[in-house]
């Protein structure tokens, strides 16, 4: 299976060209998520931006650990 097999006559890949996140597999060209436009991009970037929002509250400074000067 490839992006778009009207456009890309490029046989699919089985191990380079295996996508993470939509479980499909992709010549070596459209093997990126951004290439394929991959339906579970959004969903990645999601459960990212919410580990990441995670560290940050964990790493807050709270007033009361500030060393009075």
Do not use: W, Y
């Not at 093997?31 to 931006?49: I, K, T, V, W």
């Amino acid at each position: 299976m490839t992006a778009n097999p009207t456009q890309c006559p490029s046989a699919a890949q089985r191990i380079v060209g295996d996508c993470p996140h939509c479980q499909k597999c992709f010549c070596s060209t459209h093997r990126q998520p951004e290439a394929h436009n991959c339906s579970g991009m959004q969903a990645c970037r999601d459960a990212a931006f919410q580990a990441n929002k995670e560290r940050l509250e964990k790493e807050r400074t709270v007033a009361s650990k500030i060393a009075q000067a």
